[in-house]
């Protein structure tokens, strides 16, 4: 594997492979790498001739500065983890690689709807620093394809309007979340977990499986409700939301409206364990 410190050598080599008529996967991550990163990679190794991954924990999309403190830094592991899953290229920038002229923005991205709900009403300005570290790595690497995870469900959302606004020739492409036997989503956050929080934390997928279950059967706002109060019962300290929404426009459905099998549903959860913020969705159909 090439590891590339600077924007520029990254981009003259890969220029160079591009003109030569190889594809470039891309799958962007901020580290502290696990399963659920290098499923990715490995779907990029089966549709691109060169994979790029790049580690950078992006302040700008931090609206909490203690969060990104303790976002968890392990890059000898991770060089380790991407060696042995097959990547080609590791672009592993410092922030005056990504940021030349400082990290305070330069232009607003219009989200529009997607920015005012969910994620982008609890963390103010994230979407925004995310479209920003997302666009320059994208100005740096030209991509054929882009690779984001189902865990972050908005945020692919987001990238894809992103990739559309920009009308850049790039494709999106959606994995699966990975999760662990427990079930509990692979996240870079549950390392901040002990081993009891861990367990309790599995809560949140056998609260979206039960959702699932009972989609055709109680209201938006019954399942909502049960759904928060098991979060709350199983050591969570709070829940952010626990919301069912349109699957494609993660529009809200009213309160007492009982989904039908015509309807994209998809349920999207944030909740706070030990002071970590874990997210997770599930799509009901
Ligand atoms: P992050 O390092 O958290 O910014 O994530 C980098 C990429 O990996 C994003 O596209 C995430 O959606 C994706 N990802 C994170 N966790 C998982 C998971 N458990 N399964 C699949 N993809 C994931």
């Known amino acids: 594997m090439i590891i590339f410190h600077e924007a520029g050598a990254i981009r003259k080599w890969l220029a160079a492979q591009q003109t030569a008529g190889r594809s470039v996967g891309f799958v962007p991550t901020m580290g502290a790498l696990h399963p659920?990163?290098?499923?990715?990679?490995t779907l990029s190794r089966q549709a691109a001739s060169l994979t790029v991954c790049s580690i950078f924990v992006n302040p700008t999309q931090f609206n909490d500065?203690?969060?990104?403190?303790?976002y968890p830094v392990t890059?000898?592991?991770d060089i380790r983890m991407l060696e042995s899953a097959g990547c080609d290229v590791?672009?592993?920038?410092?922030?005056?690689?990504?940021?030349?002229?400082?990290t305070a923005p330069d232009r607003h991205y219009d989200l529009g709807y997607l920015e005012t709900v969910f994620e982008g009403t609890h963390r103010p300005g994230h979407f925004q620093g995310v479209c920003q570290v997302v666009h320059r790595l994208l100005d740096i690497v030209q991509p054929a394809q882009l690779f984001l995870g189902q865990k972050d469900y908005q945020q692919c959302m987001v990238l894809t309007r992103l990739v559309e606004m920009l009308s850049l020739p790039t494709m999106v492409v959606i994995g699966p979340?990975?999760?662990?036997?427990s079930g509990l989503a692979m996240s870079s956050r549950n390392q901040r977990l002990?081993?009891?929080q861990l367990e309790q934390a599995t809560i949140i997928y056998k609260t979206l499986l039960k959702t699932r279950d009972l989609i055709h059967q109680q209201s938006v706002a019954a399942l909502e409700e049960r759904a928060a109060s098991a979060l709350l019962q199983h050591g969570f300290q709070s829940v952010d939301y626990f919301s069912l929404a349109n699957a494609k426009t993660l529009?809200?459905?009213?309160?007492?409206?009982v989904c039908t099998p015509a309807d994209n549903v998809v349920a999207l959860v944030a909740a706070f364990i030990g002071g970590v913020r874990l997210i997770d969705n599930m799509v009901m159909n």
Request: net charge negative.
């Open 36 to 41: 659920g990163h290098l499923s990715l990679i």
């Open 65 to 70: 500065p203690a969060d990104f403190e303790k």
């Open 75 to 77: 890059t000898a592991n």
């Open 90 to 102: 590791l672009f592993l920038p410092a922030t005056t690689e990504i940021y030349p002229n400082g």
């Open 177 to 181: 979340t990975l999760r662990e036997t």
């Open 194 to 196: 002990d081993i009891h």
């Open 251 to 257: 529009e809200p459905f009213p309160p007492a409206y």
